[in-house]
């Protein structure tokens, strides 16, 4: 037998090989998963598509609130194996990338030159922030690239559930956002002046003495008059 066919035969026992492994790892309760095609740029280049949702708890709320949908959210694409291949701006084993608000984003190309199964994590880092609940899931990404460079992807979940999509559901809750109203103050009823009293001078004393001293004085002179009569 040629070593030409021999190395055929090996090619495709490693395909059979990967396509079992990776049927295997997507295996669930309601059977096998359905692969996720991946968004292929060329030979051995596959694009990622990771998506997020913000949406309101309080749906009477959502339409007075578009700001608070349009919050950016950060991820963190990292591999399970040093040697596996990365995006452009990698940055310490690490690709970090930002979506805002309800939308999607690609994250590649990433470059293949052998064939195997390469497995990634996503994960959602943005910080705790007031009334918005997180989807903190970790989403397991496994490409599958054959001999002949085709590249499949199937994608999961920490916890071992299928996924459809590489998809991030955020909510808020707008009610608890609002910014609390100032309690109306009611206004105060105007103060009344205290009435000042004025002291009492001697002028009343003196007025008193004037007129008894002529009360007096009439007195006199009528007695007077009447004696000389």
Do not use: W
Request: aromatic share 6%; proline share 7%; charged share 15%.
């Amino acid at each position: 037998m040629s070593k030409t066919l021999l190395h055929m035969r090996g090619k495709v026992a490693s395909t059979m090989l990967l396509i079992l492994t990776i049927c295997l790892m997507s295996a669930g309760p309601g059977g096998l998963m359905t692969p996720v095609n991946a968004q292929a740029a060329g030979a051995g280049n596959v694009t990622l598509t990771v998506k997020q949702s913000i949406l309101a708890t309080n749906e009477s709320l959502s339409q007075e609130a578009p700001a608070l949908r349009d919050i950016t959210c950060n991820y963190r694409l990292v591999p399970r194996k040093a040697t596996t291949p990365m995006p452009a701006g990698t940055v310490a084993s690490a690709y970090s990338f930002a979506i805002k608000g309800s939308a999607g984003k690609n994250i590649g190309p990433i470059t293949f030159t052998d064939p195997g199964l390469y497995t990634y994590e996503i994960r959602h880092t943005t910080r705790p922030l007031p009334s918005y609940q997180f989807d903190q899931r970790t989403h397991i990404v496994d490409v599958m690239v054959t001999a002949d460079m085709n590249a499949t992807l199937v994608v999961s979940q920490e916890c071992g559930s299928k996924a459809q999509e590489i998809l991030y559901q955020h909510s808020y809750n707008s009610k608890q956002l609002e910014t609390p109203k100032k309690p109306t103050k009611r206004p105060s009823k105007p103060k009344t002046p205290p009435v000042s009293v004025k002291p009492k001078t001697g002028d009343g004393a003196q007025i008193l003495f004037y007129l008894l001293l002529l009360a007096v004085s009439t007195t006199f002179v009528r007695k007077t008059i009447t004696l000389s009569s």
